[in-house]
């Protein structure tokens, strides 16, 4: 790899890791290329053979946390991660991916608690995170009532963004690699206006805009509707994660 910057979004695993080391020792490059070939025990191996020789490289601490998420060691996932954060507080890919680790557990006050960690960063404008990115922050699987088993993975955005004011995406994926529907909490106002074709200023300066109207979307390639309408304000992750599953599974 040399100096070249490695970014892997696993998206049927739901985790998301970029790394960038100039230059790179060969053993982390080998290892960083079995976990990209989906080959995760090999990667846990190769990253914690190198993190026992160099104890302080939290990189390859990464690697094993990264392989362990992968294979759903999630127990020992979160151990990985909960060292690395104790050692660099600031290094913000393990509390994202600690927030995966939670959600796949069900521990949803650690869950919250790992995301309010993220987003006091932002608030504070920290180096290394911004409110203009989006975490994958959950992945789950579901069975339909027709027997079907559907992987879902779930994107956040710490600020509303798009035509439809988007905080959740819920999205399905195709053995292709395609998303074949997605379900969205989002603004009701404004998911109206966008699908009559209203319009809607979106960009990096457009201003933030305070969503009161959430509601549940879900829209595939031949329909589109509402799942839940939540009149008192933003729900907790918890409570739109059960409505969609709850759709799913309908």
Request: hydrophobic content about 45%.
């Amino acid at each position: 790899m040399g100096s070249a910057r490695f970014c892997l979004l696993a998206l049927l695993v739901g985790i998301s890791v970029c790394a960038a080391q100039t230059p790179e020792p060969q053993e982390m490059t080998a290892a960083r290329r079995a976990l990209a070939a989906k080959e995760f025990v090999q990667a846990k191996a190769m990253f914690a053979a190198y993190a026992r020789e160099h104890p302080d490289d939290m990189e390859a601490e990464m690697g094993v946390g990264d392989a362990e998420l992968a294979l759903r060691e999630y127990i020992a996932a979160e151990a990985t991660y909960r060292r690395i954060t104790a050692a660099r507080p600031e290094l913000w890919r393990a509390h994202k991916n600690l927030v995966i680790v939670e959600a796949a557990l069900g521990r949803w006050e650690e869950f919250e608690r790992e995301r309010a960690v993220l987003r006091l960063a932002r608030e504070r404008g920290a180096p290394g995170i911004t409110a203009r990115e989006s975490d994958v922050i959950d992945s789950f699987d579901v069975t339909t009532r027709a027997g079907v088993r559907e992987h879902w993975i779930v994107r956040e955005y710490y600020e509303p963004v798009g035509r439809s004011l988007t905080r959740y995406n819920f999205e399905l994926f195709g053995a292709d690699g395609r998303v074949k529907a997605y379900v969205s909490l989002e603004s009701g106002e404004a998911a109206a206006r966008a699908l009559a074709g209203g319009d809607v200023v979106v960009g990096v300066d457009a201003p933030v805009v305070a969503v009161k109207d959430w509601v549940l979307n879900f829209y595939t390639g031949a329909a589109h509707g509402t799942v839940a309408r939540y009149p008192a304000g933003e729900p907790k992750y918890e409570t739109v994660r059960g409505d969609v599953v709850r759709w799913v599974r309908r």
